[in-house]
């Protein structure tokens, strides 16, 4: 991955948010949202897209009647985010020579 070729996904900062949080494991909607601050509707819309693009898995189900919405990450996620974490050590190493 080089910087000229950074992903769409690692492109936004509530994109990046997310999945930095669930990079540590599975998180509820409602956890995403407190750790974010995001609004529900801007949220759902940017977890839509990094689902569609292969990042994220949603599941959902319900507790006590109530819907609930889990993201986790997928194995193609884990390794884009490991590359592009790669890629910013990389960026610094060189800047600080």
Known sequence: ???SSIPDAFQSAL???VLSAV???E???RE???ITGA???NLGAQIRKLEEQGYLVCEKTFSARKPLTTVSLTPFGREQFREYVELLERIIKEATK
């Open 1 to 3: 991955m080089e910087l």
């Open 23 to 25: 990079m540590m494991g």
């Open 32 to 34: 995403l949202k407190r």
């Open 39 to 41: 609004t529900d509707g």
């Open 15 to 17: 994109r990046l948010s």
């Open 27 to 29: 998180k509820s909607f």
